[in-house]
């Protein structure tokens, strides 16, 4: 079915809040629209759901992988060429853990930073957008069906939106 | 511009609504809490971007003459030099370790801030991550200082091995891999955060640049929309990264004041200068930060953004930091001092009360008795001016403390047995000493060259920087401006804050 972007702007919190009740009272479940701020808004500020992330995920992984390499690495060059310092055991805990650690962290860093660039891909299928935003005014982005298109416009326009543009 | 209303008190204010001649400001200024209007904020930054100011300008090329003449004095260092004696680079390593120093914590100053959620650092949050680009010098001022730094252990010519001490037991040859992996790591960590932090910034101003900073924005910020997703994703972001970077700055920091000081002045064993050195890092990050900010209030044209509240609540870190410092450095003194073994007192000799007491009383009164007394005065907290006046005798400071630690540790002892080498059969129950105390090192001109490049190349880096990126953190400005005005209490007039978190 096509589908098309309508971006409501607002030029005030509270009627972007209330257009985005509308929207949800007349059964556009909210996956089908985002509020485009340029500040954070707190949560549930517009009466949004809360959106969850597992980026945290990611540093977890990236940790345990670097831990193994720099482990795998750290032990075997030693073994590979011993060293024997003052009857100090070849293999011992405390230098290893100096690489080891290093190793955790740059695998973390670097799986995080992965993590953040698939995460930050933006969440709308139709991406329209407004400068005007910039300027604090608040875009409300509804996804909408072909038949629901002159309805959320209303809905948009009766809710005190400034400007109505579709895609 | 900032806003009247909420920037400054209304014309009337002296006047409450019963009629009492109100305290205008309570015990504040009208230039305390300056809450910028959020909806031309981004035009405005971009508009003074623009324009830049003379002494910007002259900051740019000073920053490259000097950079000039750091790499004339390295090329004509190792042309007359050569790598092969460690002693020739110990003014290029304390430069290097002057500018990790000061640069690597920068960047923590915005996460740990923003991690305790204070709205005074809004200002000064993307002059600290600006100091991530400063990082990527870093790494290049590290190679050189790695190849000049002595192996661990090497083969005699009987077929010995000869080891020195360091933390690395395991490595025959210098641990560059993983001293080089560390810094590596470190600079990627900052310049995310830089990027991460900028996004929403370069998003809202792409349409207001041309050119270079056009194309640069286009492609790092391409994906911005400004969605709650996407707002979730940077918060959470910022703080695992700025996680991780804590724990990596100060582990690097460990590294460098072990492998570059401690290990090479036969017989330092000291588990307080890792602490010291990263102490010291924090107060060099935080007075750097606070001579950028008051740099761009004063003659920037940013007075109308930058209030003086920053700089008032930073001065007590500052001043925390200081006091914290001069702790670290008496624990260490006394440590020692009350030890009396020989080569601890070799060590005190050396750095402090014999070769370099000069540099080292010249350094206390930088980083302690000048910038104390400042740091406590409440009107020089309070008028803005103290922190960065306090800050640029620290940083002088920090100058001196590393060329008295670093330049001194690399001059201490030839790579050669008896001198950083021991045999392995009694490296550690022979006590390798400082005997007899050697005398201080002073720079040629190829290494004051060297000195002034590095200075030189974090001004000119830095002012590129500023450059190309929004210089003030916009969103995070803006969100400020949603949080917070000034309004009338009884007869004064104070900030209000909501605290949504």
Partial sequence: ?167 | MASETQAHPPADHGHDAHGHDAHEHGHFGPEMWVIPEASGLVAEVNEKQRTTPGIFRMVLYAGAALTILGIVGFVLKAMTAGFSDHRAWGFYVATFAFVFTLTASAPLAACAFRFTKSHWRRPLSRIAEIFSLVSIVNILLFIPALIALPDIGVMTEGGEQMVRRSIWFQELVNPSGWLLAGMVGLSFCSVAILWLAALPDMAQSRHLVTGFRASLYGKLAGGWYGTKKQWQVQKGGLAILGALYFMMVVFVQFLVVSDFAMAMIPGWKDSILPPFYTVISFQGGLAAILLVAYAMRRWGGYRDMIGQAPFWAASKVLLGLTLLHTYHLFAFFITYWYGRLEVEQAILNYLMFDSYIGIFWAQLFFTFFIPFPILVSNHARREGWGAPLAAIFIVIGLMLWHIRIFAAAFAAAPAELGGLYYLPSNAFSFPAMLLPVPGATFPDLWDIFMILGGVGIVLLVFRIGMMLLPPLSLWEMKEGSMYQRVDTLIRGRYLVLTKPE
């Fill in chain 1, 1 to 167: 079915m096509a589908r098309q972007a309508i971006l409501g702007l607002f030029d005030d919190a509270s009627a972007a809040a209330d257009a985005g009740d509308a929207l949800k009272s007349a059964g556009i479940p909210e996956s089908d629209y985002n509020f485009l701020t340029d500040v954070p808004y707190p949560e549930g500020a517009l009466g949004e759901g809360m959106e969850r992330h597992r980026l945290w995920v990611w540093p977890l992984l990236g940790g345990l992988v670097g831990l193994i390499v720099s482990l795998l690495i750290g032990s075997m060059s030693p073994l590979a060429v011993p060293m024997t310092i003052a009857d100090k055991p070849i293999l011992e805990m405390p230098p290893l853990s100096v690489i080891c650690y290093t190793g955790a962290l740059l695998g973390a860093i670097l799986f995080t930073v992965v993590g953040l660039v698939l995460a930050l891909r933006p969440n709308i299928s139709n991406r329209l957008s407004d400068d005007r935003i910039s300027q604090g005014m608040i875009g409300l982005l509804v996804n909408a069906g072909a038949e629901q298109g002159s309805n959320v416009t209303n809905i948009l326009n009766e809710a005190g939106a400034v400007d109505v543009t579709n895609a």
